[in-house]
């Protein structure tokens, strides 16, 4: 039996929870998926509880309001380690790393591990103490995938690590982890960096995808001046080697001394094939990484990209942009011999772009996927239709759009001149696009025939409506959303 979506919550008495422990002895040998919530303080079963009852149980996902550490239970009446559990979830108002520790003995075969409200102490016992975890979600607030959907499967391990004991029947401290994705939140606090060094230091031979977020984390915050305090993180990135020879996805916001970008910039390989960056501190510096870097990425993004003492026409942003698309320009072409195959490039709310910079990107021979978002400053509508004209001219086969943010630039005519000039178009996102109505949607999807994905975000559309209107026309796109709220989906395009 597997429990899914289903959150138990405010259980009213005694009775009930009997009732469910009675109900795993019934399906002890069977239920391997289970998810509980208890939204008051008290909660009304353990870890423990959960555990005991339940030796096949592969999937545990627990929403409480206590810390962990009133919540785990008394583990030494296991007596001997859970070997089924692989998938470890805990929502809980506190996950300190004391109160996570107990759990690296008795779970020491989860695999996937998410963590709410977690201190920064648990990233360390994580990285010391849980051998076989591949996929860590620390704070993130959003869903992950599975772990066999990301990952490379070139690299997927024969078996799990057996624990070596110590004297003191504790697991011995690991040497080198099995860490391949390591996911952190997509605002608010973000990852300690201390502790995120030696997560690196130790997991750095199997990382395969980053999602660091290293913006101003609590205790940093309350320093005026950033001279005033310098984390030990800020010297030893200065100097240390990472060989990460596997790393193929990496999504960064800097912290606010600028080290990990720097640290990156120094180890970015040829493994990499998807590169995000939010607010790059040194932007040139980047440029020249990714000019002289052996890595042939596919996918490249930047977010508020631009440079602080620029001036006000963001001249040097500009050379630095086209600097970077020539360069892709004349390394990414079509066929087996080429050294770049750059496919996907997305602008948002960057500085320095201009109907210069789009004709430098048009010229990419590789190209099929554009994003621009919030970026309409100097680019002129003239500029924008002229580059999908030029990439139509030169047969570029581009398949993937979004377009956001771009008032000043995009109106209805503009938006099915664009869409008319991709007759390959498979992707579409639009965000806030505020003139957009349900007839322009309706209009989109007959038009553009191949289109299997829908995104639109924050246009004041009518989901029900535009669902609605694609299953009467026997349609069948793989995936839609409409959302109006803000969206914190993990990767929500390209």
Not at 107 to 121: H, K, R, S, V
Request: aromatic share 10%; net charge negative; with cysteine.
């Amino acid at each position: 039996m597997i429990i899914t979506g289903q959150l138990i919550s405010n259980m009213p008495c005694t009775n009930s929870i009997m009732s469910l422990m009675n109900g795993f002895w019934k399906t002890r040998y069977t239920l391997t998926e289970f998810e509980f919530g208890f939204f008051k303080l008290g909660t009304p079963i353990t870890i423990t509880d959960i555990l005991l009852y339940l030796p096949y149980l592969e999937t545990l996902r627990l929403y409480m309001r206590d810390p962990l550490v009133d919540i785990v239970g008394e583990l030494e009446v296991l007596q001997e380690p859970h070997r089924s559990l692989v998938n470890l979830t805990l929502y809980t108002s506190s996950t300190s790393g004391d109160a996570l520790k107990p759990l690296t003995k008795w779970c020491p075969y989860i695999q996937q591990l998410t963590l709410d409200n977690a201190t920064a102490g648990a990233l360390d016992i994580v990285a010391d103490h849980f051998p076989n975890v591949e996929m860590l979600s620390y704070n993130t607030g959003y869903t992950l995938p599975p772990l066999r959907e990301v990952l490379n499967q070139d690299y997927n391990n024969n078996g799990p690590i057996i624990p070596i004991t110590s004297m003191d029947n504790e697991y011995s401290q690991q040497k080198q982890g099995r860490l391949r994705a390591f996911y952190s939140s997509n605002g608010w606090d973000g990852v300690p960096g201390d502790e995120f060094l030696r997560l690196l230091q130790k997991n750095q031979k199997t990382l395969e995808i980053i999602h660091a977020n290293m913006r101003l984390i609590t205790q940093e915050g309350m320093d005026v001046e950033l001279d005033a305090f310098r984390p030990d993180y800020v010297i030893k990135t200065a100097s240390v080697a990472l060989n990460l020879d596997r790393l193929e996805k990496l999504i960064l916001w800097p912290d606010i001394y600028g080290a990990y970008p720097s640290l990156f910039c120094r180890t970015i390989g040829p493994s990499l094939k998807f590169l995000k960056l939010f607010r790059t501190p040194d932007l040139p510096a980047l440029v020249d990484t990714l000019i002289n870097s052996q890595q042939v990425l596919e996918t490249l993004v930047f977010k508020c990209g631009c440079i602080n003492n620029d001036d006000d026409d963001n001249t040097l942003t500009t050379q630095c942009w086209l600097r970077l698309l020539n360069h892709y320009a004349a390394t990414s072409l079509p066929g087996p011999k080429t050294t770049k195959k750059l496919r996907n490039v997305t602008f948002e709310f960057c500085e320095g772009l201009s109907d210069s910079v789009l004709d430098a990107l048009a010229n990419i021979k590789t190209i099929q996927g554009v994003g621009l978002q919030g970026i309409a400053d100097k680019i002129t509508s003239q500029g924008l239709k002229n580059f999908f004209i030029k990439l139509k001219k030169q047969n570029m086969q581009v398949t993937k759009l979004l377009l956001g943010n771009m008032r000043s630039v995009v109106d209805r005519n503009m938006l099915f001149d664009i869409i008319s000039t991709m007759e390959e178009l498979e992707a579409l996102h639009l965000y806030e696009i505020l003139w957009l109505m349900e007839d322009d949607i309706k209009s989109v999807i007959h038009s553009a025939k191949n289109l299997n994905t829908l995104v639109v975000k924050r246009c004041g559309v009518n989901s029900e409506n535009i669902i609605s209107f694609i299953n009467k026309t026997n349609r069948k796109l793989k995936y839609v959303k409409i959302v109006e709220e803000y969206d914190d989906e993990f990767d929500s395009h390209y």
